[in-house]
């Protein structure tokens, strides 16, 4: 009878670590901001994209350059998968970049990005993440 049960592993690809890995995409790059921070991320947290390692402040202050880069910025989460402690977003960023920040000269562009990211959950918080980008079709957008 035990055998039947799921394991801990198989529950932790949980519905709620699916809503958390969502509302980060809906709550902090779409509106530049998220409620409690610490409840939704490991106080070790660590961010891996473009080569480098953020701390959930740097992350954070990049993910709000983009808010403020395109104060229309709508983000979309276009599916999701979970396994394990594993879930993966596939989001899409839309916005006119009209403020010189996070890279982007401000020149009124309109913008269209897609990207994926990778959160591992430790005890129901994000302990880390790892983001690709559509940076080359962006830097096109750009006239780069």
Known sequence: MLAALPSPAAQAGSPDNVRT???????????????????TYAPDYIAHAASFNYTLERDTASTRSWHEAMPDLQVTVERTVADRELVAVHWRAVGTNTVA????PGKGARLGIEGMTFFRFSAGRIAEAWSVVDIATLRRQLGE
């Open 21 to 39: 890995a969502k509302r980060v995409f809906l709550e902090l790059m779409a509106q530049g901001r998220l409620a409690r921070p610490e409840e």
């Open 101 to 104: 920040a996070g890279g982007m």
